[in-house]
């Protein structure tokens, strides 16, 4: 079975650029969350999906940051304009649900620099 | 929120010693703690959970250990090998809020061979 599948894997852009980043979760995965990794740091959430709905948002940048995960199953996130801090690798994760015992499955991330 | 704290950043040791990653957590409610292991160029991955009403848990090499009242969580790795070398980190998650993982900042293992 397929794990998580994240892509670019890298992408280098521009500040002021727009980006974008794709995830696939793993098929019947109702959940869906996007982390930002800063360097030697750990994941930080920005927003969680159960199905279609994003419940919970409330780290997410809203003035540049955007994400959609339309029909409930690959979602998109947005970054427009990018800033020099926008640096950090972000990770896709899915689970069949929430709740302890509820495994999160990672994806490889996609390491985004902006220059 | 929650808050969790991770201890060291940094672990060398040399090949068959044991290692040991410490983590505080904040929220009294929180109540599954999971433990993940970060390879180079990889996404964290599930090696090793414990729940709130278990004081200890074991799998082969790894163990944790969860002080409720003190509200500290321990990873132990026995008889470390090379291929342990990478970051791990501690995540606690609580059932009063929307059940979101906390982690850690992570502790960079270096086990030499």
């Known amino acids: 079975e397929a794990g998580v599948v994240q892509s670019p894997r890298y992408k280098i852009i521009e500040k002021k650029q727009p980006v974008a980043f794709w995830c696939n979760p793993i098929s019947g995965h109702n959940t869906l969350y996007w982390y930002r990794q800063n360097l030697g740091q750990g994941p930080e959430l920005l927003i969680r999906y159960e199905n279609e709905e994003a419940v919970d948002d409330s780290q997410l940048p809203k003035d540049r940051f955007s994400a959609e995960r339309l029909k409930g199953v690959d979602s998109t996130l947005k970054i427009q304009p990018a800033e020099l801090g926008d640096s950090a690798v972000y990770l896709c994760?899915?689970?069949?649900?929430?709740?302890?015992?509820?495994?999160?499955?990672f994806g490889q991330g996609t390491r985004l620099t902006v220059v | 929120g929650e808050n969790v704290e991770q201890h060291p950043s940094t672990l060398s040791v040399q090949e068959g010693d044991s290692a040991v990653i410490k983590c505080t957590y904040s929220?009294?409610?929180?109540?599954?703690f999971p433990w993940y292991k970060q390879e180079l160029g990889k996404g964290p991955q599930l090696i090793i959970d414990i729940r709130s009403n278990v004081g200890e848990k074991k799998d082969q090499r790894i163990a944790v250990t969860l002080n409720k009242t003190a509200k500290h969580f321990s990873l132990h790795i026995t008889e470390t090998q090379p291929e342990d070398s990478a970051v791990y980190f501690c995540?606690?998650?609580?059932?009063?809020?929307?059940?979101?993982?906390?982690f850690g900042r992570g502790t960079s293992l270096i086990v030499h061979p």
């Open positions: 994760a899915s689970s069949s649900g929430t709740g302890a015992g509820t495994e999160a499955f």
């Open positions: 929220d009294s409610a929180s109540n599954y």
């Open positions: 995540a606690a998650l609580s059932s009063g809020g929307s059940y979101i993982p906390t």
